[in-house]
């Protein structure tokens, strides 16, 4: 299957907001089905050329859990940024999740 994981595990409600120019919030809910111990890490590519990076600084919820990030000095090069968020967990696969997001 393309989608390989445990349906439900994926993230839920992701979105991303910039605010004074370089600072860009992202956030998401772990998936209502996830086991317990999944984390999540958030990839994201602002050009096609970049090479992909992962999130430095991530939010977490009261039990650890990575549930969104902080990017500093982000500058835009194209609209268009691809996001990519994986989960691992011992005991199941993790659906991932991904979307291209207009940024402005």
Known sequence: PVFAGM???AIENFSCVIYNVSLMNCTWQAGRDAPGDTQYFLYWQ???DDSEMECELYIKDENGRNTGCRFKNVRIEDELAYFL???SSKDSLIQFYDEYIQLY
């Open 85 to 87: 968020v994986n989960g």
């Open 46 to 48: 602002n050009s096609r």
């Open 7 to 9: 349906n439900g595990s």
